[in-house]
């Protein structure tokens, strides 16, 4: 959780954001299902209309990132999607902080590490229950269906709207979290080292 929370208002600030957000963290790029988080959030603003909190995009570009773009200005999300410059590492605690929810319905992951450093810091998550996702944020986060944008609307919404479930979302994520360290890992590989032996 965030040590400085005096900063939260200063890296909103310099990224432009004002208000609520619901924030991504990652590479720019299909894979991780933008387009159907744009036209989810599409659907929760119809719904909610000015009260809807923006959506902040921040990373790098990848690989045929066009469609992602275009589909904000397709939907006339211009104003309400934040795409960042880059963001400092010294900055990233600050800005996942001060966020309503982590977003991230990801079609294909390694592992995931962006909902664990999001539940690191406390806060909620909505994510898909796609490849290793579910595995790394067990029952600790709003698990949505990554091929259906009524799934991860109904997913914002509920974040959106559902203060209670975003405080339990936040502790238990944070509880959780404390369960993946480089101390446990290492205990784990040497475990089965020592089977194997």
């Known amino acids: 959780?965030?040590?400085?929370?005096?900063?939260?208002?200063?890296?909103?600030?310099?990224?432009?954001?004002?208000?609520?957000?619901?924030?991504?963290?990652?590479?720019?790029?299909?894979?991780?299902?933008?387009?159907?988080?744009?036209?989810?959030?599409?659907?929760?603003?119809?719904?909610?209309?000015?009260?809807?909190?923006?959506?902040?995009?921040?990373?790098?570009?990848?690989?045929?990132?066009?469609?992602?773009?275009?589909?904000?200005?397709?939907?006339g999300l211009q104003d309400k999607v934040i795409f960042t410059k880059y963001v400092p590492a010294e900055d990233m605690n600050a800005l996942m902080c001060g966020a309503l929810a982590f977003v991230f319905p990801s079609l294909y992951e390694g592992f995931g590490m962006p909902p664990l450093e999001a539940m690191?810091?406390?806060?909620?998550?909505?994510?898909s229950g796609e490849a290793s996702l579910p595995e790394v944020t067990g029952d600790c986060a709003v698990i949505c269906d990554a091929y259906s944008p009524k799934s991860i609307a109904n997913g914002?919404?509920?974040?959106?709207?559902?203060?209670?479930?975003?405080?339990?979302?936040?502790?238990?994520?944070?509880?959780?979290?404390?369960?993946?360290?480089?101390?446990?890992?290492?205990?784990m590989l040497y475990e089965i080292y020592s089977e194997l032996v």
Do not use: H, M
Not at 170 to 185: D, I, L, P
């Open 1 to 75: 959780p965030c040590t400085e929370p005096e900063r939260i208002p200063a890296v909103k600030a310099s990224l432009g954001i004002e208000g609520d957000y619901f924030l991504y963290l990652g590479t720019i790029e299909p894979r991780k299902n933008l387009e159907r988080l744009i036209t989810a959030y599409k659907a929760l603003v119809n719904k909610l209309g000015d009260k809807s909190p923006k959506l902040v995009l921040a990373g790098g570009k990848g690989w045929l990132y066009d469609g992602i773009f275009a589909r904000v200005e397709k939907l």
């Open 120 to 127: 690191a810091c406390g806060v909620p998550v909505l994510t």
């Open 156 to 187: 914002l919404y509920r974040l959106y709207a559902d203060e209670k479930l975003r405080k339990d979302l936040s502790a238990r994520g944070y509880e959780r979290a404390q369960q993946f360290t480089w101390e446990r890992s290492a205990e």
